[in-house]
């Protein structure tokens, strides 16, 4: 059955309600007070009962009325919400926006930038992936993902525009039990390749053919490979191994004494430390729209 309910009576009587008066209702919507308790009167008839109890100097929500104006409002901000969306599509703007990033990237400055995207584009539906290596890329270049954060050794497609980022610095470390941890206290030098290759690496790698076979900083004859950098780094806490991890995943574990940085030879730290770069990246027969091209802009500072 329909009750003939009108958005406009319904912005009126939660009108009322905030501002505790029709008098003062009818000031903020602009209205005469007679067109004000018109509309509350209609929509009671409407839906059978009254909604305010009009004996005191204020009208108080009936119980009626109490259970109704969480419903009201929902219908309002749908209402406001459907307004947004069709302005933001008559401007071009994106109605949707995925990202994914890869997994060593630092997320911190990923979610301050997600966060004033969201208050910039309310509008844009918005989805997050994180991948490792090439498994970021190819979300990309399967059209999965609008842009990706990758990093350099990912095997860039000439299929995808890339925009420079800040290198991410990687640190060797292990356990404090590691024996090669003790090995470097031992003999206060850096650590050969040599002491390093009977030592069981632990190695991110990922599924996609795009790094299939490519070994990135992997010096040990033993090696166990990992899609996922989170079960890396416990593995690495537990004294399973040792690897390379992103510095600012591990800063706390090195303060804190749960991971020891190697001095490894062909990595001098105090020439350079091993480092990866990251690229922000979307198809060339895909341009971002206006959000995107905003967020872009946020995520690389051009």
């Known amino acids: 059955m329909e009750l003939g309910v009108s958005l406009d009576q319904l912005r009126v009587f939660a009108t009322v309600v905030e ?11 602009n209205r005469s007070q007679a067109s004000v308790t018109y509309a509350v009167q209609k929509l009671e008839g409407a839906v059978g009962t009254l909604l305010f109890d009009r004996s005191g100097y204020r009208p108080d929500l009936t119980d009626a009325g109490r259970a109704l104006l969480p419903r009201a409002r929902r219908v309002i901000e749908t209402n406001a919400s459907f307004a ?5 599509l008559r401007e071009g703007i994106e109605p949707e926006l995925t990202l994914v990033v890869d997994a060593m990237f630092p997320m911190p400055p990923l979610f301050a930038a997600l966060s004033a995207f969201d208050r910039q584009f309310p509008t844009v539906q918005t989805r997050l992936y994180v991948e490792s290596l090439g498994a970021t890329v190819k979300t990309v270049l399967d059209g999965h993902a609008d842009l990706g954060i990758v990093i350099d050794f990912a095997n860039i497609s000439n299929e995808l525009a890339s925009t420079a980022m800040d290198a991410i610095e990687l640190v060797p470390v292990a356990a404090p ?16 390749d040599e002491d390093l290759r009977d030592h069981l690496q632990l190695v991110l790698t990922d599924r996609s053919e795009l790094t299939k076979g490519r070994d990135n900083g992997v010096v040990s004859v ?16 537990a004294g399973m191994g040792w690897g ?7 800063s706390s574990d090195l ?3 749960r991971l020891i940085e190697l001095e490894i030879e062909r990595w001098p ?12 990246v979307h198809r060339q027969d895909r341009p971002p729209g206006p959000a995107g091209a905003w967020l872009l802009k946020q995520l690389t500072g051009t």
């Open 19 to 29: 501002e505790g008066s029709f008098s003062a209702a009818a000031r903020r919507l």
């Open 255 to 257: 303060a804190a004494g």
């Open 269 to 280: 730290k105090h020439i350079r430390p091993p480092t990866v770069a990251t690229v922000i």
């Open 84 to 88: 947004r969306q069709a302005l933001a």
């Open 244 to 250: 390379n991890m992103p510095m600012h995943m591990v």
């Open 177 to 192: 039990t590691h024996p090669m941890v003790l090995m470097q206290k031992q003999t206060e030098a850096a650590l050969s």
């Open 222 to 237: 033993r090696t166990w490979r990992l899609a996922d950098l989170g079960a890396k780094h416990a593995m690495l806490l």
